[in-house]
């Protein structure tokens, strides 16, 4: 073959490459309509993108459409059916607005996509949205602060952090709203410092009060359904799952205990699971934990656990009602993690799951470890476990059944429960600015009372035999459900023999301190926050905040 012959050879391959590759599908995301376009926080943002073909032949097999806000998925779209060359299809979702500046971003069939195209690059679109708080929202909440409490999870789904994923979700949701919230892990240092029940609303809302929050949000997650399901993609058959999730939260004064607003909340998505094996086989293993866990002591389902694992830590109390933490250490006494604080009641048993990852986020090595049970003053209890070499085959990673890990947030388990915290923070603004007079009206009365309050003392007037600790002043002297006195040990008490008021004392020591938990006009009832002996006649002063 002569050189000329074997150039022309070359240039008619070459050709026919050229043409084989623009004869496919060049699928764009042509356009995004925005409506409205200038949405403000809490509004329902309707996203409509319009998908074209550009390349020269069909797009035969369906394919995909992602939204994203600020890099977070908010829904999946598909397209089925034939797109020819040159034709659109219009896909759409709604979302609601947070406020703030925002990057809304459309992909059709990614990279690693279903469809070949002639060009893999060109498949996302970027619109930048900025949401605003109406003027009278903004006037309305701008004041007020909120606590938000670590949900209940009623669902009995198995996945893991489900309360607390939820609570840190809805923080951040307020946040980017606009609202002041207040930090979660200090409420709860205050409840464990007061020995206060994390059951009781009027505790939790006494713990947000002394904190400086206006609002507590205490909530449930009522619902978390996931129903395993089929479908085919052409002639590919794609596991996957429709899931619904239902929450609901209550918005409590601080400073009546009273719950001034309820927010219903859910969210709907299908998809695939994100799972890596299948669903049936792994919500199976979710629900089944041994409840040997809590027959007493501190104990762990297994001996042993592979990398990955969570690894369940239960103790069933046998004592009187108190607040515990876990520490996990290596075998030889290193610190690892701690697992946080939980109130326990008497004879109930509470779980703390540990991710095998230390402070820093780190997957630890195989090796022998401890749990020891921390009662605030001493390590009462512990038990010993092993991490073994290599990956679980039975059970998936923890971070995909922990809520709130990037894991999580990939599978449209995660994807419904944002769904639903978006529902319930858009719900939460409008509960929020129609309470909000009432709220501040009772803060400024409260500040009104703070003179009074200054002045607030009185006398150990009865021990009751239920251990109710009787004080001889009331609501007619500025006294409030959950305020904190000190009882304090003293000598040569002058007081008026006329308005019986102290008038001046020397103080000895402090026996200890008591919480309100009754007021009545002149007199209140409050429980001991500590093991002392109180005497009737004992001196008590109210703690300032």
């Given at each position: 073959m002569g050189k000329r012959t074997w150039l022309i050879s070359l240039f008619l391959l070459l050709g026919l490459v050229s043409i084989g590759t623009s004869a496919l599908p060049d699928l764009v995301v042509s356009e995004i309509g925005i409506e409205p376009f200038h949405p403000q926080a809490g509004q329902s943002v309707f996203i409509e993108a319009t998908v074209s073909n550009h390349g020269y032949s069909s797009a035969e097999n369906p394919f995909f459409v992602y939204f994203f806000v600020d890099g977070r998925e908010i829904a999946i779209r598909s397209i089925v059916g034939e797109l020819a060359s040159g034709a659109s299809k219009r896909v759409s979702v709604e979302w609601l607005a947070v406020a703030g500046p925002h990057a809304l971003s459309v992909e059709v069939d990614p990279p690693i996509g279903r469809i070949e195209e002639s060009d893999e690059t060109n498949n996302t679109e970027i619109r930048i949205l900025n949401v605003s708080l109406s003027a009278a929202t903004e006037a309305a909440i701008g004041s007020l602060k909120v606590v938000v409490a670590p949900f209940e999870d009623l669902t009995g789904s198995g996945f893991l952090h489900v309360g607390e994923g939820v609570a840190d979700e809805l923080i951040e949701r307020l946040v980017g709203?606009?609202?002041?919230?207040?930090e979660r892990s200090e409420l709860e240092a205050i409840m464990q410092e007061r020995a206060l029940n994390p059951s009781l609303t009027s505790d939790v809302a006494m713990a947000g009060r002394l904190l400086?929050?206006?609002?507590?949000?205490a909530g449930s997650v009522t619902e978390l359904a996931v129903r395993d399901s089929t479908f085919q993609l052409g002639f590919l058959s794609v596991s996957g799952a429709e899931v619904d999730v239902r929450l609901s939260a209550r918005l409590i004064s601080v400073y009546t205990s009273q719950i001034m607003s309820i927010v219903p909340a859910e969210g709907h998505d299908e998809g695939t699971t994100g799972f890596s094996i299948d669903l049936t086989v792994f919500l199976s293993l979710l629900q089944t934990v041994s409840?040997?866990?809590?027959?007493?002591g501190l104990q762990t389902v297994r001996s042993?656990?592979?990398?990955?694992?969570s690894i369940p830590i239960g103790y069933r109390n046998p004592g009187a009602p108190e607040w515990f933490s876990i520490e996990i250490t290596t075998g030889i006494g290193s610190f690892v993690k701690w697992l946080g604080w939980q109130y326990i009641d008497t004879g109930d048993c509470d779980i703390w799951y540990w991710n095998q990852l230390d402070v820093a986020g780190s997957q630890m090595s195989p090796g022998t470890y401890s749990a020891k049970l921390w009662d605030g003053t001493a390590y009462v209890a512990e038990v010993?476990?092993?991490?073994r070499p290599g990956i679980s085959l039975t059970v998936p990673p923890v971070t995909k059944i922990t809520v709130g890990t990037a894991q999580f947030?990939?599978?449209v388990v995660g994807s419904a429960l944002n769904l639903a915290v978006d529902d319930l923070a858009a719900g939460f603004l409008g509960a929020l600015e129609g309470v909000s007079p009432i709220l501040v009206e009772q803060r400024a009365s409260l500040q009104l009372a703070e003179p009074m309050a200054l002045a607030k003392e009185g006398q150990i007037a009865a021990i009751l035999p239920d251990g109710r600790i009787a004080i001889n002043i009331g609501a007619s002297s500025g006294v409030i459900h959950g305020e904190v006195f000190e009882v304090l040990e003293v000598i040569n008490v002058i007081v008026d023999p006329q308005s019986l008021e102290i008038l001046d004392y020397d103080i000895l020591g402090e026996r200890g301190e008591i919480v309100i938990t009754e007021v009545r006009d002149r007199v209140s009832f409050g429980v001991l926050t500590s093991d002392f002996e109180p005497v009737i006649g004992d001196i008590v002063r109210w703690l300032a905040p």
């Amino acid at each position: 073959m002569g050189k000329r012959t074997w150039l022309i050879s070359l240039f008619l391959l070459l050709g026919l490459v050229s043409i084989g590759t623009s004869a496919l599908p060049d699928l764009v995301v042509s356009e995004i309509g925005i409506e409205p376009f200038h949405p403000q926080a809490g509004q329902s943002v309707f996203i409509e993108a319009t998908v074209s073909n550009h390349g020269y032949s069909s797009a035969e097999n369906p394919f995909f459409v992602y939204f994203f806000v600020d890099g977070r998925e908010i829904a999946i779209r598909s397209i089925v059916g034939e797109l020819a060359s040159g034709a659109s299809k219009r896909v759409s979702v709604e979302w609601l607005a947070v406020a703030g500046p925002h990057a809304l971003s459309v992909e059709v069939d990614p990279p690693i996509g279903r469809i070949e195209e002639s060009d893999e690059t060109n498949n996302t679109e970027i619109r930048i949205l900025n949401v605003s708080l109406s003027a009278a929202t903004e006037a309305a909440i701008g004041s007020l602060k909120v606590v938000v409490a670590p949900f209940e999870d009623l669902t009995g789904s198995g996945f893991l952090h489900v309360g607390e994923g939820v609570a840190d979700e809805l923080i951040e949701r307020l946040v980017g709203i606009g609202v002041r919230v207040l930090e979660r892990s200090e409420l709860e240092a205050i409840m464990q410092e007061r020995a206060l029940n994390p059951s009781l609303t009027s505790d939790v809302a006494m713990a947000g009060r002394l904190l400086g929050a206006d609002v507590l949000v205490a909530g449930s997650v009522t619902e978390l359904a996931v129903r395993d399901s089929t479908f085919q993609l052409g002639f590919l058959s794609v596991s996957g799952a429709e899931v619904d999730v239902r929450l609901s939260a209550r918005l409590i004064s601080v400073y009546t205990s009273q719950i001034m607003s309820i927010v219903p909340a859910e969210g709907h998505d299908e998809g695939t699971t994100g799972f890596s094996i299948d669903l049936t086989v792994f919500l199976s293993l979710l629900q089944t934990v041994s409840p040997d866990i809590c027959g007493g002591g501190l104990q762990t389902v297994r001996s042993w656990y592979n990398v990955g694992e969570s690894i369940p830590i239960g103790y069933r109390n046998p004592g009187a009602p108190e607040w515990f933490s876990i520490e996990i250490t290596t075998g030889i006494g290193s610190f690892v993690k701690w697992l946080g604080w939980q109130y326990i009641d008497t004879g109930d048993c509470d779980i703390w799951y540990w991710n095998q990852l230390d402070v820093a986020g780190s997957q630890m090595s195989p090796g022998t470890y401890s749990a020891k049970l921390w009662d605030g003053t001493a390590y009462v209890a512990e038990v010993s476990f092993q991490i073994r070499p290599g990956i679980s085959l039975t059970v998936p990673p923890v971070t995909k059944i922990t809520v709130g890990t990037a894991q999580f947030e990939e599978t449209v388990v995660g994807s419904a429960l944002n769904l639903a915290v978006d529902d319930l923070a858009a719900g939460f603004l409008g509960a929020l600015e129609g309470v909000s007079p009432i709220l501040v009206e009772q803060r400024a009365s409260l500040q009104l009372a703070e003179p009074m309050a200054l002045a607030k003392e009185g006398q150990i007037a009865a021990i009751l035999p239920d251990g109710r600790i009787a004080i001889n002043i009331g609501a007619s002297s500025g006294v409030i459900h959950g305020e904190v006195f000190e009882v304090l040990e003293v000598i040569n008490v002058i007081v008026d023999p006329q308005s019986l008021e102290i008038l001046d004392y020397d103080i000895l020591g402090e026996r200890g301190e008591i919480v309100i938990t009754e007021v009545r006009d002149r007199v209140s009832f409050g429980v001991l926050t500590s093991d002392f002996e109180p005497v009737i006649g004992d001196i008590v002063r109210w703690l300032a905040p």
